[in-house]
């Protein structure tokens, strides 16, 4: 979807002015002149925290104290700032305030200069469940080719669309046994962002996520009711959603031979309507060595966690192996087919062409699955490294599930090349002015901060040292506020979230509320026009957002983004469950 919406040309949307509702009445009480404008002078998480975790705020008004106070304008804390520092990636000068002491539940204000107040910032036990829940939800406001009932969907209940239950062999795709033109069927599965098609590419690395969320906290998601139109079978909601998307993916490898279609799309993006009124042709197109490659590794991986529903769902998981295992052999034949656009078609590319990690990522699920030496070979041929997983980058996943699924003999080696790189995370965050460890605002940065703070969850399980988790509640910080734009990156929650959400249901529903629970992509400095030329974005990358239903660069939604978002807040919501 991205780069290709890039290539495609720029959509130009009539700006929409957005009034943020002046915020609480208990903050008018502090100040008649509160506004939102001072407060993004005090940024922090809009959502709430834990009572045992780590409280640190930023503000951006040179101030030598701070102070807490309850919601009777009682003072509770009154304490230094930090010195000082300046931040090149948001050029702002910025300074810490840790108010990780209180820890009475309750909601508060940070006051600063007497007069400058924040967001309201609460204190309590189970401080993400709600906001967990929305983010996997979120899943099935996107799944295609089935209607939104209103009794699980409410106001956004909506008529189906893409029943894909027709869909053209593209001529990138054609075989002796499917020519050009063959009809095949490939319904359900989730719309992959925005735009109406989907990519198995970005499938695999967010149903992947989602079940390893499920892998590292089943009991959490054991109790967890999603009210979705399979919540009152015996299965996990979370189960039943991955499962929504992975029967799609089943149905996009060709039988004959293996191969795994590369997409299912419109040959263009359709346009800003309901999914019901977007009734162009839909394609499978091109057999590519990535799609291969990445089937093989969640099919495989499918397996080991469907194995548990054996009851519920006979065979499956031995179907998803098998799947697995036809892919990879696949690939084995045909090791350099890079996707390549063909020249009729202008959807999302996910195109790659280093296919490493890819193959580290398979061949290391395979062998989990089948303990075949075949695939232990590939992992060791690999030069693996660990990095922040991407949809383009996978062989941290491969590593994850070697470090969770693998013999003791792997591991060893993975796991101190894994704690290395977060503990290099952690360095760089405590050094960073706005305590982050992003070098590079990249599309989609939100998710970089969200696969960061997953990363630290597995580590924060692998180890149960604390300053895992801790760190991973600041990745929380970040996307719920405390951040340079001051937004709480999430559709639906905190006092200041995205409105205007580059998302065709979203923008084409006539409800005024976006769906919630999506996460944007957040700021980076990649397109900085894509609302044209009226609108200026920020010169810095920390700060380049802009809430815009055009800005597709920095405020589209994305399933592999929202996934490793839910595996983050549903983690630290089930820790901090334990921890209190
Ligand atoms: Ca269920
Ligand atoms: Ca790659
Ligand atoms: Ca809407």
Redesign the pocket.
């Known amino acids: 979807m991205f780069i290709t919406m890039y290539q495609k040309g720029f959509f130009r949307y009539s700006f929409v002015v957005i009034i943020f509702v002046m915020i609480s009445a208990c903050a008018n009480k502090f100040n008649d002149k509160e506004n939102s404008s001072n407060q993004d002078f005090i940024l922090l998480n809009q959502i709430a925290y834990a009572p045992n975790v780590p409280k640190i705020a930023l503000i951006r008004s040179n101030s030598k104290q701070f102070s807490i106070l309850d919601e009777n304008g009682k003072t509770v804390l009154k304490k230094a700032t930090s010195p000082v520092k300046y931040a090149a990636q948001s050029g702002d000068s910025v300074q810490q305030i840790n108010f990780s002491e209180l820890i009475k539940p309750g909601k508060y204000f940070i006051r600063i200069k007497d007069s400058i107040y924040s967001h309201p910032m609460q204190i309590k036990a189970h401080p993400y469940s709600e906001i967990a829940k929305q983010a996997l939800k979120s899943f099935y406001f996107n799944r295609s080719g089935m209607p939104m009932q209103a009794k699980y969907a409410g106001k956004w209940s909506r008529s189906a669309g893409h029943p894909d239950t027709i869909v053209y062999v593209h001529a990138s795709a054609a075989s002796k046994q499917r020519p050009e033109g063959t009809i095949i069927s490939s319904p359900k599965g989730w719309y992959d962002a925005g735009d109406y098609n989907k990519y198995i590419v970005n499938s695999s690395i967010s149903t992947y996520t989602l079940l390893l969320a499920y892998q590292v906290n089943p009991c959490y998601f054991k109790n967890l009711d999603l009210n979705?139109p399979?919540?009152?079978?015996?299965?996990?909601?979370i189960?039943?959603e991955a499962l929504y998307n992975l029967r799609w993916m089943m149905s996009m490898q060709d039988p004959n031979d293996g191969g795994v279609y590369h997409k299912l799309s419109t040959k263009s993006f359709e346009g800003f309507v309901m999914p019901k009124k977007a009734t162009n042709k839909r394609y499978v197109v091109q057999k590519s060595t990535a799609a291969a490659l990445d089937f093989a590794a969640t099919m495989a991986y499918s397996s080991l966690i469907l194995r548990e529903f054996s009851n519920e769902l006979p065979d499956l998981a031995d179907s998803c192996l098998m799947q697995a295992q036809k892919a990879w052999k696949w690939a084995k034949k045909n090791p350099d087919q890079y996707y390549l656009q063909p020249k009729d078609i202008s959807t999302g590319e996910y195109g790659d062409q280093n296919l490493n990690d890819e193959w580290f990522w398979a061949a290391s699920e395979l062998m989990i699955a089948t303990q075949s030496l075949e695939y232990e070979k590939s992992i060791q041929d690999n030069n693996m490294d660990i990095n922040t997983p991407t949809w383009n980058k996978v062989n941290t996943l491969g590593a994850i599930s070697l470090l969770l699924n693998g013999n003791n003999a792997e591991s060893d080696s993975i796991k101190t090349k894994f704690l290395d790189y977060i503990n290099q995370l952690l360095v760089k965050e405590n050094k960073s002015p706005l305590r982050i460890a992003i070098d590079d605002f990249n599309w989609g940065s939100n998710s970089d901060f969200a696969n960061q703070g997953m990363l630290k969850m597995i580590a924060y399980h692998l180890t149960h040292k604390a300053k895992y988790a801790d760190a991973a509640q600041e990745s929380l910080d970040y996307l719920l506020g405390r951040n340079a734009t001051g937004y709480c990156f999430v559709t639906g929650f905190g006092a200041k979230s995205p409105r205007n959400i580059h998302h065709r249901i979203s923008a084409s529903d006539k409800v005024a509320e976006p769906i919630p629970g999506l996460l944007v992509g957040g700021p980076n400095l990649i397109v900085p026009d894509d609302c044209g030329t009226n609108v200026t974005r920020s010169e810095y990358p920390a700060k380049s957002y802009e809430d815009m239903q055009c800005s597709y660069s920095t405020n589209e939604i994305a399933i592999n983004w929202n996934a490793p978002f839910v595996f983050l807040t549903s983690s630290v919501d089930a820790s901090e469950n334990i921890k209190n």
């Open positions: 979705i399979e919540s009152n079978d015996k299965i996990p909601d189960i039943n």
